[in-house]
Structure formats: structure tokens, C-alpha cells
């Protein structure tokens, strides 16, 4: 017969099973991933998908970046090549993806809402 402890612990492990299905792993794997921003540069991060968008900080050099979503905006020429995504590294913040080294020219984050 089990106890009420090995019980407790079942449903305890059942409930935070239950809350990462919710939750869902995408957000919490890609909010572990970080890419590096070309080596050299200090990279300017706009409050929109565009070099239209005012710039609201600059990151430092040898930066790494998290990329919760990507959108497409300005086509920019930059370090890595030619491309119009912009991924989104913060609220209200992006960075151009010519400029940070993600291993594809595609999406490697869902899609901005």
C-alpha cells in the first residue's frame, strides 16, 4: 500500500508535468538558447522590426542575445549576410538577424504576434 507521502509526491510530480505542458517547452528551451552578435560590433536594438525604428539602446561588444520571436521588417546587409528578419531580443526591442549568428538564414524562433 502506498503512503501519503510517495502520494503527495506523485501528485506534486503530476502537477508540474501538467503546468510544462501549459507553460509549453518551446518557450522555455528557446529562452535558454542565446546567439552572439557579430564579434566587434556594438549593435544598435530598435523598438521595431526596421532601421525606421528609433534606436532605444546599443549592446556591447561580444553581446549574446535571446530571440523570442523574429519578424520580418527593413532588409539590412549586414555581418552574416543579407536578410529582412529582425528578431525580437527583449520587449519592444530588435536587432537585426544579419547581425547575429544563429546558423540560418530562416527562422529559428515562432513568429512575432
Do not use: E
Not at 502537477?15 to 507553460?23: D, I, S, Y
Not at 509549453?24 to 522590426?49: F, H
Not at 526591442?93 to 549568428?101: E, G, M, R
Amino acid at each position: 500500500m502506498m503512503g501519503i507521502g510517495r502520494r503527495s509526491g506523485l501528485l506534486t510530480a503530476g502537477l508540474a508535468g501538467a503546468l510544462a505542458m501549459v507553460v509549453g517547452t518551446a518557450t522555455v528551451a528557446s529562452a535558454a538558447d542565446t546567439y552572439p552578435v557579430a564579434p566587434g560590433l556594438r549593435l544598435n536594438v530598435r523598438s521595431g522590426p526596421g532601421t525606421g525604428y528609433p534606436v532605444v539602446k546599443v549592446l556591447p561588444y561580444d553581446a549574446r542575445v535571446t530571440i523570442y520571436c523574429q519578424s520580418p521588417g527593413t532588409t539590412v546587409d549586414g555581418y552574416y549576410g543579407t536578410s529582412n528578419l529582425w528578431d525580437n531580443i527583449n520587449p519592444s526591442q530588435y536587432v537585426s538577424d544579419a547581425y547575429v549568428k544563429t546558423g540560418s538564414d530562416g527562422y529559428v524562433a515562432p513568429r512575432c504576434a
